[in-house]
T-cell receptor, first 114, second 116 residues
Framework: AQTVTQSQPEMSVQEAETVTLSCTYD???????LFWYKQPPSRQMILVIR??????QNATENRFSVNFQKAAKSFSLKISDSQLGDTAMYFC???????????FGKGTSLLVTP | EAGVAQSPRYKIIEKRQSVAFWCNPI?????LYWYQQILGQGPKLLIQ????????DSQLPKDRFSAERLKGVDSTLKIQPAKLEDSAVYLC??????????????FGSGTQLSVL
């Protein structure tokens, strides 16, 4: 079974600062995909960033980047220049292969303060 | 582009009552997912459809939950009878193709169910 663990239930960061959210996962698969989703109070899940396990290069999307350590099974999200609109729940997710649905962690609540 | 529509947004029922949720995915999306998100947890897949066929319903409590996707478009999720532990947000998502790995999932805003 695949498991996704987010060890930080809550985090806080000041506006314009950088914050890193942690995620570890467990799988016996050799090829898989990892995601970070954002869930604001509106409840609508929004894809932040996606990483393919066979790619060594870390994915980046504007202010969002990941640190993917395949051997350690670690997949952290770095948010640079934090903005008030980044306040939300952040979920790490995993899927082993095409045809499978996402397997989510329990989430990290991020608060960005002025 | 219209997003994934869900209704109702909120629902309060008493235990042992029945309830139904509706989802209209993005037009042309072949795959539809229902997730259950209990407070303090990440979403858990209940059922995955490809067109009007079931791909995965291994985590659907079939003694009380049922879902259908008639004509491969809209979908309805039903709970009968509801239990206290069914209190959760029910999220619907859709994707153009099959598989969450190489397809972007689009989520609706969910239905928040409270069972009293």
């Amino acid at each position: 079974a695949q498991t996704v663990t987010q060890s930080q239930p809550e985090m806080s960061v000041q506006e314009a600062e950088t914050v890193t959210l942690s995620c570890t996962y467990d799988t016996s698969e050799s090829n898989y995909y990892l995601f970070w989703y954002k869930q604001p109070p509106s409840r609508q899940m929004i894809l932040v960033i996606r990483q393919e396990a066979y790619k060594q290069q870390n994915a980046t999307e504007n202010r969002f980047s990941v640190n993917f350590q395949k051997a350690a099974k670690s997949f952290s999200l770095k948010i640079s220049d934090s903005q008030l609109g980044d306040t939300a729940m952040y979920f790490c997710a995993f899927t082993p292969n095409s045809g499978y649905a996402l397997n989510f962690g329990k989430g990290t609540s991020l608060l960005v303060t002025p | 582009e219209a997003g994934v529509a869900q209704s109702p947004r909120y629902k309060i029922i008493e235990k042992r009552q029945s309830v139904a949720f509706w989802c209209n995915p993005i037009s042309g999306h072949a795959t539809l997912y229902w997730y259950q998100q209990i407070l303090g947890q990440g979403p858990k897949l209940l059922i995955q459809f490809q067109n009007n066929g079931v791909v995965d319903d291994s985590q659907l409590p079939k003694d009380r939950f049922s879902a259908e996707r008639l004509k491969g478009v809209d979908s309805t999720l039903k709970i009968q009878p509801a239990k206290l532990e069914d209190s959760a947000v029910y999220l619907c998502a859709s994707s153009l193709g099959v598989g969450a790995s190489n397809e972007k999932l689009f989520f609706g805003s969910g239905t928040q169910l409270s069972v009293l």
